[in-house]
């Protein structure tokens, strides 16, 4: 005799997975831990000062010893690396961005503190130029063009540099062409081959950005926009060129930036290339999030930790986020 639909119906209950906390942690398929976890921080000039971002609520500049007590929070609570970002005043930056090539600027002075105070945590460098340009671009500007070649062997004299500051990782986020290999080759030839390359392979000209450029002291500088070397966002399949390129010249992990609109991204540079795929939860979409809370929209903690969840769905090995001590202090009281 045939079955009934109600018998059907009850041989396949969904629910009974979900019915109470222990099945629902038993056949749970993705979560976030600590380890999962970047921590990007802005850095400014002098002793004992921050300063607050406006456009991002929570997120301040910290001077060079406040980075370092930044560092060791975020030992303690067990997040495995940092990303530095300098503020660098108008006044130092230049058409070139030739302070990246100082060994003792900021960015390089925090490295060695850093390292200093906290050997065993991870530090992250850039050295896309646009922190340190009068224009605001993340390459040399000649006669209104970024040109690539100059901008890529200027780059990767900077990535010596801080690799000799005691960067584990750097991490080229301005999209020149053959970046990638030449600052593996330069790296090599200066005797840093176990220094890693964090290629941000696929960096699209995103409009998510507009905090971190406040933060960086980069908004109302820009002249023009990034178009010619940021992916064009409407562009999957030049995601994905770019990044086989980045992996082909010497990149050990790859960026997608931004991260939670570009899901799709991130899934097909994890099915394709099997690599530490990372994302970056940029300052637009951190101040969305905050500005959803602020208004009383949703609860701050369960927002975060689902944008977190998709990014593992995605494939994501980890995530560049602001909320990192913040996730780390919730996944440590869930303990």
């Given amino acids: 005799m045939a079955a009934s639909v109600d018998e059907i119906t009850s041989r396949r209950r969904m629910r009974r997975n979900r019915r109470f906390d222990w099945s ?11 380890d999962d976890l970047i921590w990007p921080i802005f850095l400014i000039e002098g002793t004992d000062r921050t300063e607050p971002i406006d456009a ?16 060791i929070e975020a030992a303690e609570l067990g997040i495995p690396a940092i990303a530095t970002f300098p503020y660098i005043p108008l006044e130092k930056r230049d058409a070139s961005g030739s302070n990246i090539l100082l060994p003792d600027n900021l960015i390089n ?11 065993h945590i991870g530090v992250i460098t850039d050295v896309a130029l646009d922190p340190f340009t009068s224009h605001g671009h993340d390459g040399i500007l000649v006669d209104g063009i970024i040109v690539n070649d100059a901008t890529v062997e200027q780059i990767a004299k900077a990535a010596v540099l801080q ?15 053959g970046r990638i ?36 002291g980069t908004l109302g500088l820009l002249q023009g926009d990034k178009n010619t070397y940021y992916l064009d966002p409407s562009n999957s399949d030049e995601a994905l060129r770019e990044t086989e390129l980045d992996l082909e010249e010497g990149a050990d992990m ?28 940029v300052s637009g979409e951190y101040s969305i999030l905050l500005a959803g809370v602020e208004k009383g929209l949703f609860d701050e903690r369960r927002a ?28 440590a009281q869930n303990g």
């Fill in 304 to 331: 975060v930790m689902e944008s977190m969840l998709a990014f593992k769905r995605a494939g994501c090995d980890g995530v560049m986020t602001y909320f990192a001590p913040k996730i780390a202090r919730w996944l």
């Fill in 254 to 281: 790859v960026m997608v930036k931004p991260g939670m609109p570009y899901l799709d991204i991130i899934r097909r540079v994890k099915d394709a290339f099997a690599m530490p795929t990372f994302a970056y939860q």
């Fill in 56 to 71: 991002m609520p929570g997120v301040e500049r910290l001077s060079v010893d406040r980075a370092v007590a930044a560092a």
């Fill in 163 to 177: 690799a000799e500051a005691g960067a584990d990782i750097i991490a080229p986020s301005d999209m020149m062409d």
């Fill in 109 to 119: 002075a925090a490295t060695r503190a850093i390292k200093e105070a906290v050997p």
């Fill in 24 to 34: 629902r942690r038993l056949v749970r398929e993705n979560r976030v831990t600590v």
């Fill in 181 to 216: 290999g030449a600052i593996r080759e330069a790296l090599d030839d200066a005797g840093y081959q176990d220094v890693a390359i964090m290629s941000y392979a696929t960096k699209f000209a995103s409009a998510f950005y507009g905090p971190y450029r406040e933060a960086v």
